[in-house]
């Protein structure tokens, strides 16, 4: 994802665009790092196109974090764990930690069937179905309702400092 190299169809990477008239940056700001060497605007949306050139916009640059190097998409794990039939809502965030950047950790919403699912389990089936770097080091922390922001979407920032004040 750092590397600026141009992908083929159905490989994800950041999406940047160039226009015959676009926008030089915001007004008395450096904007320098707004766009690459060859003058594409880095968009920081994390996408893809197909082999008819269809594009599909998957998640936020900013919303993925990375475990001993490696690059972790949180909605790779999400969508894993909404497949799971006790889950109602899924959000995976970066947890800190000292010598690894951020191990994933998920807060999740159990739907009715889910009274009783435990953290052990979440775990257990996230390893089964994804690769070791987005297995769930962090945990799993379970919850009845998750924080969003005034136009309907999950407020990661505060969930992320309830995690970290270990208000959950």
Same mark, same amino acid.
């Given at each position: 994802m750092e590397t600026g190299k141009v992908l083929g169809p159905n490989q994800q990477g950041e999406l940047r665009v160039k226009a015959t008239f676009q926008c030089k940056g915001y007004f008395n700001q450096d904007s320098s790092e707004m766009f690459d060497s060859e003058g594409f605007l880095k968009t920081g949306d994390l996408g893809y196109y197909n082999e008819e050139n269809c594009f599909f916009i998957t998640n936020r640059i900013k919303e993925s974090f990375k *475990?001993? =190097?490696n690059h972790i998409i949180p909605s790779d794990i999400e969508n894993v764990l909404h497949s799971h039939p006790s889950i109602a809502k899924a959000v995976v965030l970066g947890l800190p930690h000292e010598t690894d950047g951020n191990h994933p950790i998920a807060v999740i919403v159990p739907n009715e069937k889910g009274a009783t699912v435990r953290e052990e389990q979440i775990v257990k *089936? $996230? @390893? @089964? /179905? $994804? @690769?070791?770097?987005? /297995?769930? /080091?962090? =945990? $799993?922390?379970? $919850?009845? @309702?998750i924080p969003f922001t005034v136009t309907d979407k999950v407020n990661r920032f505060k969930l992320r400092q309830m995690v970290l004040n270990k208000e959950i």
């Open positions: *475990y001993q =190097g *089936y $996230v @390893e @089964e /179905r $994804v @690769e070791d770097k987005c /297995r769930l /080091r962090g =945990g $799993v922390k379970i $919850v009845s @309702e």
